[in-house]
T-cell receptor, first 113, second 116 residues
Framework: GQNIDQPTEMTATEGAIVQINCTYQ??????LFWYQQHAGEAPTFLSY????GLEEKGRFSSFLSRSKGYSYLLLKELQMKDSASYLC??????????????FGRGTQLTVWP | DVKVTQSSRYLVKRTGEKVFLECVQD?????MFWYRQDPGLGLRLIYF???????EKGDIPEGYSVSREKKERFSLILESASTNQTSMYLC???????????????FGPGTRLLVL
């Protein structure tokens, strides 16, 4: 089966940096996605990693270590609008589960002024 | 921009009713998915489809069925709604890339269903 683990809640203050971790155990790994979901809205794509290393996109960066089954999302210069749930999802490309995404339960980030 | 639309944002139904949730995407994506999202449980996959008339069970298919008669449309059917199907339902679509990898999934706005 697939096991994806991330913290349930995190808090931080405006202007700070926060790191949201995600660990996974899966067979047929073929990439890891991060999504942002504001309350009452649909998830929106933030980042994608398939090779080890850091991918930077503005204030957001995502890191992957396949050997450790570990990823993190780094948010810099936090803003109030970054308060949201952050979902880690692993893509599986093996057999009958080809193309599926397996989601963690999400990390609710609250940014305080 | 990819657009995934769902027929209703909010829906109230009675126990035992047959419920249809419609999802339409306008980007010619092969893959379409139905999830439900509940507090503390995250996103759970109900059914998915890789092509017209194809369907695959996800993790929680019991009590649901799906229909994909056209590429752009994927319908979720609750045969006989029950109170434990009260949830947020999210549809998503994605594209196959060259080499067999799947692009990111794009989500619709969701349908919040209340079954009384």
């Amino acid at each position: 089966g697939q096991n994806i683990d991330q913290p349930t809640e995190m808090t931080a203050t405006e202007g700070a940096i926060v790191q949201i971790n995600c660990t996974y155990q899966t067979s047929g790994f073929n990439g890891l996605f991060w999504y942002q979901q504001h309350a009452g809205e649909a998830p929106t794509f933030l980042s994608y990693n398939v090779l080890d290393g850091l991918e930077e996109k503005g204030r957001f960066s995502s890191f992957l270590s396949r050997s450790k089954g570990y990823s993190y999302l780094l948010l810099k210069e936090l803003q109030m609008k970054d308060s949201a749930s952050y979902l880690c999802a692993v893509r599986n490309d093996r057999g009958s589960t080809l193309g599926r995404l397996y989601f963690g339960r999400g990390t609710q980030l609250t940014v305080w002024p | 921009d990819v657009k995934v639309t769902q027929s209703s944002r909010y829906l109230v139904k009675r126990t035992g009713e047959k419920v249809f949730l419609e999802c339409v995407q306008d980007m010619d994506h092969e893959n379409m998915f139905w999830y439900r999202q509940d507090p503390g449980l995250g996103l759970r996959l109900i059914y998915f489809s890789y092509d017209v008339k194809m369907k695959e069970k996800g993790d929680i298919p019991e009590g649901y069925s799906v229909s994909r008669e056209k590429k752009e449309r994927f319908s979720l059917i609750l045969e006989s709604a029950s109170t434990n199907q009260t949830s947020m339902y999210l549809c998503a679509s994605s594209l196959w890339l060259a080499g067999g990898a799947q692009e990111t999934q794009y989500f619709g706005p969701g349908t919040r269903l209340l079954v009384l």
